[in-house]
């Protein structure tokens, strides 16, 4: 059974920073990629960035390029969101994601199968 379980996230005060983590299970993240995905309250659901199945190429949104950093843990079967320079516009409820595919690219960031989501408040 595939799961994907986010934790990390809190509140923190505008300029702090926050680690978040994704736990999967039922499969094998040495191959797939992951995607971060984010909803803020009454927005629809964006993509934050991905990284390869390797870990060597990773892609962001414009609005989190320079703040945000994905990486992964094969060893451990998890991923991790370290997002740093927070800001109001950040809160949201993030989710991690994969399609089952080494496909991490520009734009395209996995949407397939999702956790359930860990809640950033960034106060101002």
């Known amino acids: 059974q595939v799961r994907l379980v986010e934790s990390g996230g809190g509140t923190v005060n505008s300029g702090g920073s926050l680690k978040l983590s994704c736990a999967a299970s039922?499969?094998?993240?040495?191959?797939?990629?992951i995607a971060w995905h984010r909803q803020a309250p009454g927005k629809e659901r964006e993509g934050v960035g991905c990284?390869?199945?390797?870990?060597?190429?990773?892609f962001y949104a414009d609005s989190v390029k320079g703040r945000f950093t994905i990486s992964k843990a094969n060893a451990f079967n998890t991923a991790y969101l370290e997002m740093n320079n927070l800001e109001p516009a950040d809160t949201g409820v993030y989710y991690c994601?994969?399609?089952?595919?080494?496909?991490?690219?520009?734009?395209?960031?996995?949407?397939?199968?999702w956790g359930q989501g860990t809640q950033v408040i960034v106060s101002s």
């Open positions: 039922g499969f094998n993240m040495e191959v797939d990629a």
């Open positions: 990284i390869s199945a390797n870990g060597a190429a990773t």
């Open positions: 994601a994969t399609d089952f595919s080494t496909r991490c690219e520009d734009h395209y960031f996995p949407t397939t199968s």
